[in-house]
């Protein structure tokens, strides 16, 4: 199974891992934010994404706009069977969604972390396009 993966801070890097240690899965290319200056001393530093993938010699690209005709075309080139996109730090078009070749879908999950109380909301969030269907 062929995936792309969309994701910046710290948050997303779990996911990442989860899935390169799947031999299921093919990880094909990392979309990630620009490097950018942080800290204190407004050094560039890369993503933990880019970090984790780079560590993984998996190809990873930074555009500075994810809504650029040249992504949408480099997205589709990779001809992913799914896109997984965790906190990417940018709205992605509604026109990217139809890329995967599987239906966009994503599951969002929210849970208390305390372990007296165990509140859990899961829902699927599914692109506007599948839900006119």
Known sequence: ?????CGTPQFAVPTLKHLLAQPDFELVAVFTQPDRPRGRGNQISSSPVKEIALAASLTV?????????????LLQ?????????????Q???????????????????VSSKSAQQKPRL????????????
């Open 122 to 133: 899961s829902f699927p969030l599914v692109s506007p396009k599948l839900a006119l269907r």
């Open 77 to 89: 080139s990779y001809s992913p069977d799914f896109i997984v996109i965790i906190a990417y730090g």
């Open 91 to 109: 709205i992605i078009p509604v026109r990217l969604l139809p890329i995967p070749k599987s239906p966009a879908t994503s599951s969002c999950s």
């Open 1 to 5: 199974m062929r995936i792309l993966f």
């Open 61 to 73: 690209h930074q555009p500075e706009k994810i809504r650029a005709p040249e992504v949408h075309q």
